[in-house]
């Protein structure tokens, strides 16, 4: 309890409201009926053993009043209070914050909407950027396949070329050159064309040159090129017989391409060779005795 302290505008509100409330007259035949705690603390205060007048119990409780603390004033006058002016504060408030609440989920209705609406907007528009990006890209696979088949077709073209350019062609293996000065054509008439009596005379060489520079051991292959292509056919039909005893052998002048698809199912053509399926390489293609494309895996 503080003391001395000084009554505010606050406490004598409250003060007002306490002392018309413990001194409101009775109908009891003493008089004046004064609350018994009040009197008890009018008494350990020091202002008597009797009860005093309303006026005097009045400045008493003013006194005792002024002593209390705000919460010990809540306190007591909470106490004093009726019952059913809580209750109505209550619903009072429970209604306001009902309102309250429903504004405010209103509110949020509201807000949860247009962000929808908004998030809705986006959405279609990011759905339509990705459909034109899917479509571009079809587009583009489209045009790659496009691509893929020119480019595939126009290699096959200039392989075509190529091996028309090398029609009349054909590479001798395994002959060694006498020295760096060598006469390719000479050496080749010499020591190849000679096998071949019928067409001897006939042949005639256009060009005959080594490529590569070749091994101790392995000599560079010569490319020759004669003038008639008949006579290259009657060569290569010729050759089996013609070197077979001879270290150096023929064989036709390939592109690249052909070659490599040559040598892919080489193993294959000798083993079908040795059963009695008669096979040959030319034109890119490995085929049978009528000229036909032999398919070593399924038919494309």
């Not at 005093?52 to 009045?58: D, I, N, Q, V, W």
Request: contains cysteine; hydrophobic residues 30%; charged residues 30%.
């Amino acid at each position: 309890m503080v003391k001395g302290r000084p009554l505010g505008s606050k406490n004598k509100s409250k003060l007002d409201h306490t002392t018309q409330t413990r001194l409101r007259p009775s109908t009891r035949s003493h008089g004046t009926d004064l609350d018994p705690r009040d009197s008890g603390r009018a008494t350990h205060s020091g202002e008597g053993d009797s009860l005093e007048s309303p006026s005097g119990a009045s400045s008493t409780l003013t006194q005792l009043v002024a002593g209390l603390s705000d919460s010990e004033l809540d306190s007591r006058m909470a106490s004093n209070a009726e019952p059913a002016s809580w209750r109505d504060a209550f619903d009072a408030f429970k209604t306001s914050l009902c309102k309250e609440l429903e504004k405010g989920l209103e509110t949020l209705e509201k807000d949860l909407g247009a962000a929808i609406e908004q998030l809705d907007v986006r959405v279609s528009s990011v759905e339509t950027k990705q459909e034109e990006h899917s479509n571009g890209l079809r587009r583009a696979a489209a045009e790659i396949n496009i691509f893929r088949s020119e480019v595939a077709f126009c290699r096959e073209e200039v392989n075509r070329l190529e091996r028309q350019s090398r029609r009349c062609n054909f590479r001798v293996v395994g002959l060694a050159g006498k020295s760096p000065e060598e006469d390719c054509a000479s050496l080749v008439r010499s020591q190849i064309l000679s096998k071949f009596p019928s067409i001897t005379n006939a042949v005639e060489i256009e060009k005959c040159y080594r490529e590569g520079r070749g091994q101790p051991n392995k000599p560079a292959h010569i490319v020759v090129r004669v003038a008639s292509h008949e006579h290259k056919v009657d060569i290569m039909k010729q050759r089996r017989n013609a070197l077979k005893d001879c270290p150096f052998f023929i064989v036709d002048d390939l592109t690249k391409r052909d070659l490599a698809e040559k040598r892919r199912w080489a193993s294959q053509a000798k083993s079908l060779w040795d059963s009695g399926v008669k096979l040959r390489f030319y034109s890119g293609r490995w085929r049978g005795s009528l000229g036909e494309i032999y398919y070593f895996g399924p038919n494309p």
